[in-house]
């Protein structure tokens, strides 16, 4: 079946950087955008960016240009989100979701936890 | 760029219609059209529209979503306890980005 599938959670200093994996499966990895998605602890969703496989083209939030990169490796289906200089109000659960109309397939998401 | 604007919370009885509101702009909404997203507390979201009303497969016929100009809604007929969950709209934007709105908690009495 289709799903995306991401790894387990972190724990991080400030200042430190994080990588999340998000690994997908049952369909054409190249054929859709990957989108990032954050959710803070009792907060709304929150759009980072996105990446298209294909190309590996990006395009990213303005508040997170220059803290976020979003890379993929098409050999094993499996996009990466990395977050850098992070701070104790990234701690939230990072999603990733396939979208080629909406964002269709969400991964279980990951909780990023910053703290000394 | 500013996000979509949603009210924080509807309530409504069970078996009742909730309509759901989400306000961009014409970048946004009134340009790509909305989606919707349903989210049960400690889960992913759950896709339940897309670009208006077109709904992936397996979502209920009692969700149906709408737009007029730069307001998106999302109607829930014979709201069953299972409804209750936080809704989100989300849209495409011009300046090549994601908006989402802040969400709305809906309650079913």
């Known amino acids: 079946q289709v799903q995306l599938v991401q790894s387990g959670a972190e724990v991080k200093k400030p200042g430190a950087s994080v990588k999340v994996s998000c690994k997908a499966s049952g369909y054409t990895f190249t054929g859709y955008y990957l989108h990032w998605v954050r959710q803070a602890p009792g907060q709304g969703l929150e759009w980072m960016g996105r990446?298209?496989?294909?190309?590996?083209?990006?395009n990213y939030a303005q508040k997170f240009q220059g803290r976020v990169t979003m890379t993929r490796d098409t050999s094993i289906s499996t996009a990466y989100m990395e977050l850098s200089r992070l701070r104790s109000d990234d701690t939230a659960v990072y999603y990733c979701?396939?979208?080629?109309?909406?964002?269709?397939?969400w991964g279980q998401g990951t909780t990023v936890t910053v703290s000394s | 760029q500013a996000g979509l604007t949603q009210p924080p919370s509807v309530s409504k009885g069970l078996r009742q219609t909730a309509t759901l509101t989400c306000t961009g702009n014409s970048n946004n909404v009134g340009n790509q059209g909305a989606a919707w997203l349903q989210q049960h507390q400690g889960h992913p979201p759950k896709l339940l529209s897309y670009r208006n009303n077109n709904r992936p497969s397996g979502i209920s016929e009692r969700f149906s979503a709408s737009r007029s100009g730069n307001t998106a809604s999302l109607t829930i007929t014979g709201l069953q306890p299972e409804d209750e969950a936080d809704y989100y709209c989300?849209?495409?934007?011009?300046?090549?980005?994601?908006?989402f709105g802040g969400g709305t908690k809906l309650t079913v009495l």
């Open positions: 990446i298209n496989p294909n190309s590996g083209g990006t």
């Open positions: 979701a396939r979208s080629r109309s909406g964002m269709d397939v």
């Open positions: 989300s849209a495409w934007d011009s300046s090549l980005s994601v908006v």
